[in-house]
């Protein structure tokens, strides 16, 4: 076996002028930087194989991303094969907008509701923006953002694998109360996302959650702490709603663990399968400090809890930035292995073709009618309350489109192996029960899942979800259904399992 070689990198993303912020159908302009926005970039080599994973504090790294990042690398004399980054988000909604699109043939889920709606609109109406953002010279247009992303991760990865150098890594575990299932069910069967629980029709939470967190600490060749990969179960989604730029929760967790192990250290995020999971307790719900613009959260007359501060605010994100920091440094402090230099290390690259989730054609007809009607009743023009009222439908009409040209969704998916651990990537907002298949059986010691990685396909539910419907487990909400989960949870499994069988003298 052979020396590992580690390099870090980072760049400031954070955008110099307003921009548009992703992840709500309410359209908001940034007021204001809460904390920095970065890029953060690893290099893994022992000479053999390599990889680069590259962290992102934007709401996600889809397709035409990560492939933008490969293109400017395609001819580099660095020794980087650009099919072995790793790109993934933390989901953060307080990140810049900037043009996604998918691995389909056609756009459905590439296009904001803005322009799906305009696409739909009966003559004699308009879409009206709250802010004028394609004509205001200071707010950055998604195209410029994009192009300022594109070359930021670039550097960024350039810039760790300049700094390669022998180093050590140490596995740890460790656990903090932050994900949690953001769906509730009702005793009708059906289930909705932010659901209501103060009811006597609600029945119970729809899923699980997972507290665990896979940690792996990386050391200069004198044996110092040069930075931490930490993996959640968890999008950073406590200030969601608001109108500042800001990395959410791993921004203070980045804050404290350089308060204590010095401003030098890096960190890199990662999300494990947590496409159900949020930091908000349904039953112990804290309303949010100020409004937030969003049906899917209000409440009458809600009662107040001793519980949690509101974990759609400030406060909650500094307790939970808390818990996790903590919990990393009390696993370095007390519950580390020895470092190792040496170890085995692969990384494998599969294409998984899963099953695209179909409409029917009565599907289709109701979708129509439903905003046909809706449009033609509807007084004045439209603005995104309407793209969010109109959102289900309109996915249902594009899914028809695509299906027609498309029955199979190219996945891409990374298994990489460095010493007993595993990382296992996959590109969708993947339910945790789906997450959970993988890490009970999987041979490595621990599993690192990488959910929203090299791609953005949007949630792919579990068939207890499907059947519940609402937001995430619509059609619209993704492009693969409970049957491409099943499909992608067997074939992950076989992957990470023969990489564990590769002989000691490999």
């Known amino acids: 076996m052979k020396k590992i070689l580690f390099g870090w990198a980072e760049e400031d993303i954070t955008p110099e002028k307003k921009v548009a912020l992703s992840g709500q159908f309410a359209e908001r302009i940034s007021e204001g930087i809460e904390k920095p926005i970065t890029v953060t970039a690893l290099s893994i080599s022992n000479g053999n194989d390599h990889t680069v994973f590259v962290s992102c504090d934007l709401v996600g790294a889809p397709a035409n991303l990560i492939d933008a990042v490969r293109e400017k690398l395609k001819t580099n004399t660095l020794g980087i094969d650009p099919m072995k980054i790793v790109l993934n988000a933390i989901h953060t909604h307080t990140g810049p907008e900037f043009p996604r699109t998918q691995r389909s043939k056609l756009p459905f889920l590439s296009s904001t509701p803005k322009k799906i709606i305009k696409s739909l609109l009966p003559k004699g109406k308009k879409y009206v923006e709250k802010e004028n953002v394609s004509k205001n010279c200071e707010i950055s247009t998604p195209e410029e953002t994009f192009v300022f992303l594109v070359d930021k991760i670039v550097k960024a990865i350039v810039s760790s694998w300049a700094n390669l150098s022998e180093g050590s890594f ?14 509730a069910v009702y005793n009708d069967g059906s289930a909705q996302m932010w659901g209501n629980t103060d009811t006597a029709t609600f029945e119970e939470i729809e899923g699980g959650s997972d507290t665990g967190i896979e940690l792996l600490y990386i050391f200069d060749k004198d044996e110092n702490l040069s930075g931490i990969i930490a ?8 200030v969601q709603h608001r109108h500042f730029v800001s990395p ?3 921004g203070e967790v980045k804050v404290l663990l350089r308060e204590r192990f010095g401003a030098k ?12 999971q949020c930091p908000v307790d349904l039953i112990r719900w804290v309303e949010p400090e100020s409004p937030v613009n969003d049906p899917n959260i209000e409440r009458q007359s809600p009662l107040k809890r001793k519980a949690d501060p509101s974990m759609f605010d400030i406060s909650g994100m ?8 903590n919990e990393i440094i009390e696993v370095f ?30 599907d289709v007809d109701k979708a129509e009618k ?6 033609e009743n509807k007084d004045g023009d439209a603005d995104y309350n309407d793209a969010a009222k109109l959102q289900v439908y309109m996915g249902i009409l594009k899914r028809a489109e695509v299906q027609e040209y498309q029955n199979t969704l190219h996945t891409e998916v990374h298994i990489i192996r460095l010493g007993n651990l595993v990382f296992a990537t996959n590109p969708f907002e993947l339910f945790l029960n ?25 949630y792919l539910p579990t068939k207890k979800a499907e059947s519940g419907g609402h937001y995430s487990a619509f059609v619209s909400s993704g492009q693969v259904g409970h049957e491409g989960g099943e499909l992608l949870v067997r074939e992950t499994l076989e992957l990470i399992n023969n990489i564990f069988e590769v002989s000691k003298g490999d």
Request: aromatic share 8%; glycine share 8%.
């Open 318 to 325: 500094k307790k939970v930035g808390k818990r996790i920091a």
């Open 333 to 362: 402090e007390n519950e580390l292995d020895k470092p190792e230099a040496e170890a085995l290390f692969k990384h494998n690259i599969a294409v998984i073709n899963l099953p695209l989730r179909r409409v029917t054609l009565s």
């Open 231 to 238: 993996n959640l179960a968890c999008p950073a989604q406590c």
């Open 434 to 458: 789906y997450g959970n298949k993988i890490k009970a059986r999987s041979k490595a010691e621990q599993t690192f899942l990488v959910q929203l990685a090299n791609g953005g396909e949007g």
């Open 170 to 183: 140490a596995n740890g575990f460790g656990r903090a109360a932050v994900g949690m299932c953001r769906r």
């Open 370 to 375: 439903a905003i046909k009607e809706y449009l």
């Open 265 to 276: 250290i890096y960190l890199l995020p990662q999300c494990s399968a947590a496409g159900d």
């Open 248 to 250: 959410d929760f791993w």
